[in-house]
Nanobody, 122 residues
Framework: QVQLVESGGGLVQPGGSLRLSCAASGGTFSNYGLAWFRQAPGKEREFVAAVPCTNIGTSYVDFVKGRFTIYRDNMKNAVYLQMNSLKPEDTAVYYC???????????????WGQGTQVTVSS
């Protein structure tokens, strides 16, 4: 059973940066596609970014392109989300997700982390 544990959330001012981390255990990490999702209060969970097991060819939702970067370190069994130029509308609980499928087109989540809160406010 794969376990995902997120960290790095917190309170940041508009225009600031945060780096989220997700540590994985219990599976063959290097075979998994990985992604970040987020859920704001009163809204559905939405896709943010994904990276395939090959670490080649990432995918981003339009509203974070140019601001967020997803990357993985298979040696550390970790995936990260670097978030720059944060906006109040980025406030949400951010979830790490893993798929047993390497490729990320039509990402299908098999495992979820517990989430980490990101609040962007002055």
């Amino acid at each position: 059973q794969v376990q995902l544990v997120e960290s790095g959330g917190g309170l940041v001012q508009p225009g600031g940066s945060l780096r989220l981390s997700c540590a994985a255990s219990g599976g063959t990490f290097s075979n998994y596609g990985l992604a970040w999702f987020r859920q704001a209060p009163g809204k559905e969970r939405e896709f943010v970014a994904a990276v395939p097991c090959t670490n080649i060819g990432t995918s981003y939702v339009d509203f974070v392109k140019g601001r967020f970067t997803i990357y993985r370190d298979n040696m550390k069994n970790a995936v990260y989300l670097q978030m720059n130029s944060l906006k109040p509308e980025d406030t949400a609980v951010y979830y790490c997700a893993a798929s047993r499928r390497c490729l990320i087109d039509g990402f299908r989540t098999d495992y979820w982390g517990q989430g980490t809160q990101v609040t962007v406010s002055s």
